[in-house]
């Protein structure tokens, strides 16, 4: 019985103080990314991502200009390999903001342990 009560406390604590307003939106995960701490990583990104990007852009180019099937067929290859590179920049560019914000929410989470194991002691 004296375990239940403990629980009950614990849900009437997590009721009484929880705030939506300390949830993050996209515009603070974008702010994030583009702050000291992810700066390389966002500076890698944007160099991957344009240089992948420049790849398909002279692929596609080069895949009108030639006359051989087998050259298209490379330029065609190099057009896929190259988008598919830009998709893998952004994927990796958005596991690091994912990777930030996930340290964050533990470090949230820890505090907010701290905090209800004092607030269970007061009461």
């Known amino acids: 019985m ?7 406390q614990i849900k009437r604590i997590i009721e ?9 939106g996209l ?5 994030d990314f583009y702050s000291r ?7 890698a990104a944007w160099v991957g991502g344009i240089m992948f ?13 030639s006359g051989e099937t087998q050259q298209q067929i490379m330029y065609a290859v190099l ?15 958005w596991q690091m ?9 533990i470090k949230r989470l820890e505090l907010r342990v701290v905090e209800l194991c004092e607030a269970l ?3």
């Open 121 to 123: 002691k007061t009461r």
């Open 97 to 105: 903001v994912h990777r930030h914000s996930i340290k964050r929410d």
């Open 16 to 24: 009484d103080s929880y705030d939506e307003s300390k949830e993050e």
């Open 79 to 93: 057009f896929i390999v190259g988008m598919q590179g830009v998709v893998m920049m952004k994927i990796f560019a």
């Open 2 to 8: 004296k375990g239940n009560m403990n629980d009950q």
């Open 37 to 43: 701490k992810l700066l390389s990583t966002a500076i």
């Open 53 to 65: 990007l420049a790849l398909s852009i002279f692929s596609a180019a080069q895949f009108f200009k």
């Open 27 to 31: 515009s603070s995960i974008v702010s």
